[in-house]
């Protein structure tokens, strides 16, 4: 159920987008706890300005139900950041990161809601 969206400007192959998915998916699973078979990953390439300014930037968005918190967040914050930063070359004052604890009855998987 958790879910973690990468977009970004820089252009990559279908295999450097499958891998880097793989590697979002297990940070998320580890940070938040649960299972690497209910994570879902999208990585897309869009235009992207930051500040007004073009350039090599990212947007990710991790929604969940249920696990977010400070810490957790934090601790997700800087890993995400440092892989982008490792794979990407993306500097992290070029990342927003978003954060949404979503209720059960607003996520469906299966033809039905979590709750």
């Known amino acids: 159920m958790p879910l973690i969206r990468l977009e970004t400007d820089i252009i990559m192959n279908r295999e450097q987008e499958t891998d880097l998915a793989g590697k979002l998916s297990t940070i998320v699973s580890e940070e938040l706890g ?11 390439t ?6 007004g300014e073009p350039g090599s930037a990212a947007l990710v968005q991790i929604m969940s139900i249920g696990g977010l918190n400070a810490a957790v967040n934090g601790s997700i914050a800087a890993t ?5 930063e490792e794979t990407l070359g993306l500097s992290p004052d070029r990342v927003y990161i978003t954060f949404s604890d979503i209720p ?9 809601t979590f709750r």
């Open 34 to 44: 649960k299972p690497l078979e209910y994570v879902m990953a999208s990585v897309g």
């Open 46 to 51: 869009c235009c992207i300005l930051l500040s």
């Open 80 to 84: 995400v950041s440092k892989l982008l």
């Open 104 to 112: 059960g009855e607003n996520w469906a998987w299966q033809g039905r």
